[in-house]
């Protein structure tokens, strides 16, 4: 069996032969081996973020990643606190929609999409604004590719006091993220993402003290991210409500494929070669790219539609997905753009036939000009 194309896009992504396997069995939810698995991967998350057992707890929420950048924010600040939304793209847009519609007290700072978060504009906005208690942030905005200064928005948040919530969806397994020594209060990512498993929940490590003061607040009774995690503690792995299980196996090969590539590091070099490649041949190939290098994340590259050969994004996906690859159209309103993706199972050969194709796509382009 094999696919008919390789994923280049935010997710969700190629897996390996051996994540799809694990899904082959029917497994009962509340049984005592399915829970044990539960509880590893619960445990290997937290050695993924580099956050202690003592101090930090990781709690699933079935969905996708957007249901536990929901349930976070949505059992996390109380009715009384106010979040500050750190913007610049679709996915900190997001979080702002949500705050409105769960009529979460809520400030936004906009930074233009080419433009990281600037920690100085933050800790300007949290002295102004002392009723400000919680920040959150996108620290890969996969809208772009940017990679928001996680460090230093840390810096800024504890320097003042508040607290952090930041959607690692597209980052987390992918770039090393030191949560316990960046203090970040919670961090949130999903099954699909660098971790490479299948869709079908999200993931979200808390600091503890912090988690234990939101029983009671949530906005929602699925998305009650404190309940998920205390019944998941004491039935030591047990989901509230069906959990996915299928997802969950593929989850436990995908962690230990991780580890035996080498960890975080390892899979971080891989996706930063691939994006190299990618990005070199895509200018070879007289593509511009929309951002510069040193604001690239290594997950996703934004490309400007090219004006040296007649272009139409459809023309290229097509061509792209013919040669068994795809590509994903881009998410800015002002400016015509596509992304390619290298996060997954995509290797570096797989990012050097891209190119070959895509030089194809370009000399047939003129060609026929
Ligand atoms: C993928 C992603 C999400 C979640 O999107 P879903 O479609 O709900 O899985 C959220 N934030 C970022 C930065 C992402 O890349």
Redesign the pocket.
Known sequence: MSNPYLLLT??PLSTTPTVKEAMQKDWCTWDQEYKAIVEQIRQQLLEVGCASKDHYTAVFMQ?????G?EATLGSVIPSDGKLLVLINGA?GK?MEDIARVLCIPHLSLEFKPNEPVDPLVVERKLIEEPSITHVAM?????TTGILNPLEAVMDAIKRNRRLAII?A??SFGGIPIAVEELQIDFVIS?A??CIQGV?GF?FILCKRDELMKCKGRARSLSLDLYDQWETMEKDSGKWRFTSPTHVVHAFKQALKELAEEGGVEARHERYRTNQQIVVDGMTQAGFEAYLPKELQSPLITTFLYPTHIPFTFEHFYNFLKLAGYVIYPGKLTDINVFRIGNMGDVHAEDMERLIEHTLRFVGESNDEN
């Open positions: 935010p997710g969905g996708s990643g957007t249901f950048v996915y997001r996108v620290h890969c905005e996969t959607d969806m597209s999903s699909n993402k869709p999200s």
